[in-house]
């Protein structure tokens, strides 16, 4: 089992500068969980692109940007926007897999299907 994200120092200095932002985080990482999840069934032969994979490049940013995890001790001055979107991006940096899945949702609503002027992995015919 992985480390707990909200534990790490990025997502507790996140709580603490900006709780609104922390929260969208948390409901992110639920929207993006259900879509990573049918990746290794789909593609059993890649590397395990699982939302515990994005949880792992959250612990490794907080080694980064963090004297000894703690939130209290940034090596470098974030902004709580700056925070949310590095978190963002961990949690994104895998969505072009739902394109190639076609069946699940884009993170903004819409669809990527044959015949709407783009093929089923998103690519523009």
Excluded at 30 to 52: A, C, D, G, K, M
Excluded at 90 to 105: E, M, S, T
């Amino acid at each position: 089992m992985g480390t707990d994200f909200r534990k790490t120092a990025l997502m507790g200095f996140l709580k603490d500068k900006e709780p609104v932002y922390w929260g969208k985080v948390v409901e992110l990482r639920t929207e993006v969980e259900n879509w990573l999840s049918y990746i290794p069934q789909t593609f059993p032969h890649y590397t395990r692109h699982t939302v515990q994979h994005s949880d792992a490049i959250l612990v490794q940013l907080s080694k980064l940007l963090f004297r000894d995890d703690s939130p209290e001790q940034p090596v470098v001055n974030l902004s709580a926007m700056e925070t949310y979107i590095l978190v963002a991006a961990a949690y994104l940096h895998d969505g072009g897999w739902d394109r190639l899945l076609n069946w699940v949702p884009h993170p903004l609503g819409f669809r990527f299907s044959k015949g709407a002027g783009f093929d089923s992995a998103g690519c523009r015919t």
